[in-house]
């Protein structure tokens, strides 16, 4: 239940802050530091590099311009779900926000819903990384 308030606020937020990040700008060359998201900071790391986002990650707050956080949950897919939809695929959900470090500010905020996620949090990561890429294409 509590996971569920944090996520519904979290997602709240995101949506609030992603009505500002427009606003924004993201310089390509930028210093982002990586926080912990129980394990999701892995695959965040993997999608910005395969994507070729065009930031540079650091792994020491002090030296970062942004810090990128968030959340993700993983849902296996359920005995009903395979036998009657022959669907093996997890369900996914990830959000994450980008902070600049010195100002507090939301810059950019996503969130992603993969109801049936052949490659998991790999997925979720890669759509999150692309949208992050077109926020710092158009912060030209």
Request: glycine fraction near 2%; include cysteine; aromatic fraction near 8%.
């Amino acid at each position: 239940m509590l996971t569920r308030i944090i996520r519904i606020a979290f997602v709240a937020a995101t949506v609030y802050s992603a009505s500002f990040a427009a606003d924004r700008s993201i310089p390509e060359g930028s210093k982002i530091f990586i926080a912990p998201m129980d394990g999701f900071e892995t695959y965040i790391k993997a999608a910005v590099e395969k994507k070729k986002v065009p930031v540079m990650i650091v792994v020491q707050r002090e030296a970062a311009d942004y810090e990128l956080s968030g959340s993700a949950e993983s849902q296996k897919a359920s005995t009903a779900k395979k036998v009657i939809m022959l669907d093996w695929h997890s369900k996914e959900q990830a959000s994450i926000k980008l902070i600049d470090i010195k100002s507090s500010e939301v810059v950019f905020a996503y969130s992603v819903n993969k109801a049936s996620s052949a490659h998991g949090k790999q997925s979720s990561a890669e759509a999150c990384a692309k949208h992050l890429k077109e926020a710092v294409k158009t912060a030209k």
